[in-house]
C-alpha cells in the first residue's frame, strides 16, 4: 500500500513544472471565459473508462473524487466497451477525458474530433494477439487468407491485424474482416460465425483462460493514451493538471499491487482472480509524456491506415499535440 509520505513525493515530483503550467494555463484561460462562465454552472467532469483499465482503477480508489472536489467539481465516470464509441462521445460533447488504445485517436482526428493528447502509458506485447479455435487449421498468419477475423473497427486489435499482414506480405482484402464490439466478437467466435479474433486484455485473457483456443502469438508493444477534449483543456487546464497528477500516483499504486487490482475487478466483472492477474502482471504501468517518439509512433500508425485508405484523409498528429508539450512537464519521464 502507499503511505501519505511515498503519495506526498510522487506529487511533489510532478510538481516541477507546474510554474510553467500556470502560465500556459492563465493563456488558455483567457482565451474563452464566457465559455468557462458557462461550463461553471454545470461541474461535473465527464470521463470515459474502459474495464481493467487505468482509469478503471482510478474511478474505483476514488482518489481522484477527493482532490477534484476541491476544486468544486465531481467526477462522472462513462463506461465503454472499447474505444472507438468513447471518441465518439469526446466528438459529440458528451465526454471530457478518456483513455484508449493507440488506433481509436487515429480514426477519431481523421473525423474531425478535437482532441489533444496528454499522456501515453505503456502496453505489453502479451496484453494482445489473434486467436483461433483450438481445432483450428489455421497455424499462421498466412493461414487467415480467405478467412473471417472479428475485430473492433478502429481499436488497436484493428492495428494488430494489418500489421501482421502486412509484416507476411498478405493484402489486407484477402482477409474479411468482421468489425465487432469485444462481446459481439466473443459469441461470434465461440459459434464458430469467425474463423479468428484479433482482441485485447483483459478479453483476451479470459477467453485464453477457457483453454479452447490457440494463440498466434502475434502480440506487439504497443501504447495506450490519455486524452481530452480540446476545449476542456483549455478552459479548465487546473482539473486537466489534478486529473493527470493522480493518474500518476495511480499508476505507482498499479505497479505494487497487482494481485490486489486482480481481486478488485475479479468481483465486478465477474471473472477469475487468477485471471486477471495474469492479465495485470503482463501490462506495463507508467505514465508517460507525449515526445516525439510518441508522436512518431502514431503518425506511423495513420500513415498506414490512410495508405490502405481505411481512413478517409492524411493527418497530422502533431496538430493534436503541440499545444500539450508543455503539460507533459507534470509527468516524470
Not at 486482480?262 to 465486478?268: L, S, V
Amino acid at each position: 500500500m502507499m503511505n501519505v509520505y511515498q503519495r506526498r513525493e510522487i506529487l511533489r515530483g510532478l510538481g516541477l513544472g507546474v510554474a510553467a503550467t500556470l502560465a500556459f494555463s492563465s493563456r488558455l484561460v483567457n482565451q474563452n471565459v464566457h465559455a468557462q462562465t458557462q461550463r461553471s454552472n454545470n461541474e461535473v467532469e465527464k470521463i470515459g473508462y474502459q474495464r481493467f483499465s487505468e482509469l478503471d482503477l482510478l474511478r474505483f480508489r476514488g482518489e481522484l473524487e477527493k482532490r477534484i472536489g476541491e476544486q468544486g467539481w465531481s467526477v462522472e465516470w462513462v463506461f465503454f466497451q472499447s474505444g472507438p464509441p468513447m471518441l465518439e462521445a469526446l466528438n459529440a460533447g458528451s465526454l471530457d477525458f478518456g483513455g484508449v488504445g493507440e488506433t481509436p485517436p487515429i480514426f477519431a482526428q481523421a473525423a474531425g474530433t478535437q482532441f489533444y493528447y496528454l499522456a501515453s502509458t505503456p502496453r505489453g506485447a502479451l496484453t494482445q494477439d489473434i486467436v483461433v479455435p483450438k481445432d483450428s487449421p489455421i497455424q499462421t498468419v498466412a493461414d487467415l487468407k480467405g478467412k473471417k477475423v472479428a475485430l473492433q473497427k478502429g481499436s488497436s486489435a484493428h492495428y494488430l491485424l494489418i500489421a501482421v499482414l502486412q509484416e507476411q506480405n498478405i493484402p489486407i482484402d484477402e482477409v474479411e474482416i468482421v468489425s465487432l464490439s469485444p462481446a459481439d466478437a466473443r459469441s461470434a467466435f465461440e459459434q464458430r460465425n469467425v474463423d479468428a479474433w484479433s482482441i485485447w486484455d483483459p478479453f483476451l485473457a479470459v477467453i485464453e483462460g477457457t483453454n479452447t483456443v490457440r494463440n498466434l502469438k502475434q502480440g506487439r508493444e504497443r501504447r495506450a493514451f490519455f486524452l481530452a477534449s480540446q476545449t476542456f483543456v483549455r478552459q479548465f487546464p487546473e482539473v486537466v493538471k489534478t486529473i493527470l497528477q493522480e493518474a500518476k500516483v495511480n499508476e505507482v499504486w498499479g505497479q505494487q499491487n497487482t494481485r490486489q487490482i486482480a481481486e478488485i475487478f475479479a468481483k465486478d466483472l465477474k471473472i477469475d482472480p487468477a485471471i486477471l492477474e495474469i492479465a495485470n502482471q503482463r501490462r506495463n504501468w507508467g505514465l508517460l509524456p507525449i515526445n516525439e517518439v510518441v508522436v512518431a509512433a502514431q503518425q506511423e500508425v495513420a500513415d498506414i491506415f490512410y495508405q490502405l485508405k481505411i481512413i478517409p484523409k492524411a493527418i497530422d498528429i502533431k496538430e493534436v499535440t503541440v499545444p500539450i508539450q508543455e503539460y507533459s512537464q507534470l509527468i516524470p519521464s
